[in-house]
T-cell receptor
Framework: ETGVTQTPRHLVMGMTNKKSLKCEQH?????MYWYKQSAKKPLELMFV???????ENNSVPSRFSPECPNSSHLFLHLHTLQPEDSALYLC???????????????FGPGTRLTVL | QKEVEQNSGPLSVPEGAIASLNCTYS??????FFWYRQYSGKSPELIMS????GDKEDGRFTAQLNKASQYVSLLIRDSQPSDSATYLC??????????????FGKGTHLIIQP
């Protein structure tokens, strides 16, 4: 595997379900991010993890719960979602510090989520 | 509230011509600027990054930054039909050693006409 991978690629869930999205980066990066992309809206930052520590929660509802067990893996746990949460959820990673501190972020393929 | 503004288009350019994409941002403290290309149904792909005022060239792409005017642009020379995509402008805050999320514009839909 290379780059940033995400599973599953597509997910359909009911409003009462609990599911998790998984992201893994194979780039040796130390920061990971969750973004949401809805139709006709800009990409929205959800969470930032720097060296496994959450450094930003961009006013995201508690029905979205992130987890970062190490610098290569990132999860987004979902529960009691609403239909308006249907969107493309994108994971990204970057290398912070050293000579490359400009935060170039590389995206995974995304998970297309539909909430019924 | 940081904002990044782009003309949503569509911007239609003949094949072989120069495509010019523009972006303005609101936060004067922004330090890093990026252009991503996103094909329909795919995730964003980083194509250019720029950090200093002036031009940066990479192949057929040139990014231009003017911090005084809070303006970033992307030029695509010798446009090809494969360049047809949505181009996203993204801006990062001051890098104090920590990771920052990017603020994105809504994107410009570019169509290269054969």
């Amino acid at each position: 595997e290379t780059g940033v991978t995400q599973t599953p690629r597509h997910l359909v869930m009911g409003m009462t379900n609990k599911k998790s999205l998984k992201c893994e980066q194979h780039l040796g990066h130390n920061a990971m991010y969750w973004y949401k992309q809805s139709a006709k809206k800009p990409l929205e930052l959800m969470f930032v993890y720097n060296f496994k520590e959450q450094t930003e929660n961009n006013s995201v509802p508690s029905r979205f719960s992130p987890e970062c067990p190490n610098s290569s893996h990132l999860f987004l746990h979902l529960h009691t979602l609403q239909p308006e949460d249907s969107a493309l959820y994108l994971c990204a990673s970057s290398l912070m510090g050293g000579l490359s501190s400009y935060n170039e972020q590389f995206f995974g393929p995304g998970t297309r989520l539909t909430v019924l | 509230q940081k904002e990044v503004e782009q003309n949503s288009g569509p911007l239609s350019v003949p094949e072989g011509a120069i495509a010019s994409l523009n972006c303005t941002y609101s936060d004067r403290g922004s330090q890093s600027f990026f252009w991503y290309r996103q094909y329909s149904g795919k995730s964003p792909e980083l194509i250019m990054s720029i950090y200093s005022n002036g031009d940066k060239e990479d192949g057929r792409f040139t990014a231009q930054l003017n911090k005084a005017s809070q303006y970033v642009s992307l030029l695509i020379r010798d446009s090809q039909p494969s360049d047809s995509a949505t181009y996203l402008c993204a801006v990062n805050g001051p890098t104090g050693g920590g990771a920052d999320g990017l603020t994105f514009g809504k994107g410009t839909h570019l169509i290269i006409q054969p």
